[in-house]
């Protein structure tokens, strides 16, 4: 592949779920959403989002089958509603929590497809 040609985004899937985040330096973490998650990174919806700025590194706390994880990642971009975050793995437990999490977003999809599904034969 030339360095040239843009690179296909990851590929992204919904999610709601609720993370605490805080700075790196920062003792005191703040409450947001995670949402629209890919393996590399994901939307943080906050109200905070004016304290954030690109560069900035995070430590993203978050439950996952029923243990908390804590992932690093950087502010790539902002906006009103909040912020793009690049998923800055360390070691390979890292890489499975990322695994995990895409994981969780798609199973919570499939079974809410299916739930659906079955909404719709029983209507028609």
Same mark, same amino acid.
């Given at each position: 592949?030339?360095?040239?040609?843009?690179?296909?985004?990851? =590929?992204?899937?919904?999610?709601?779920?609720?993370?605490?985040?805080?700075? *790196?330096?920062?003792?005191?973490?703040?409450?947001?959403? #995670? @949402?629209?998650?890919?393996?590399?990174?994901?939307? #943080?919806?906050?109200?905070?989002?004016?304290?954030? #700025?690109?560069?900035?590194? &995070? &430590? #993203?706390? $978050?439950?996952?089958?029923?243990?908390?994880?804590?992932?690093?990642?950087?502010? &790539?971009? @902002?906006?009103? *509603?909040?912020?793009?975050? *690049?998923?800055?793995? $360390?070691?390979? =437990?890292?890489?499975?929590?990322?695994?995990?999490?895409?994981? $969780?977003?798609?199973?919570?999809?499939?079974?809410?497809?299916?739930?659906?599904?079955?909404? $719709? @034969? @029983? &209507? *028609?």
């Amino acid at each position: 592949m030339s360095m040239n040609q843009p690179t296909e985004p990851a =590929r992204r899937l919904p999610l709601e779920m609720d993370i605490e985040y805080r700075r *790196s330096y920062a003792r005191r973490a703040d409450i947001g959403k #995670l @949402k629209n998650i890919s393996i590399t990174g994901a939307f #943080l919806e906050t109200t905070q989002v004016l304290e954030l #700025l690109p560069e900035d590194k &995070v &430590v #993203l706390t $978050f439950e996952v089958s029923g243990r908390r994880r804590k992932m690093n990642a950087t502010i &790539v971009w @902002k906006n009103g *509603s909040g912020c793009g975050v *690049s998923f800055q793995p $360390f070691n390979n =437990r890292d890489v499975q929590i990322v695994d995990d999490l895409m994981y $969780f977003a798609e199973s919570k999809r499939e079974s809410t497809r299916t739930v659906l599904e079955d909404i $719709f @034969k @029983k &209507v *028609s």
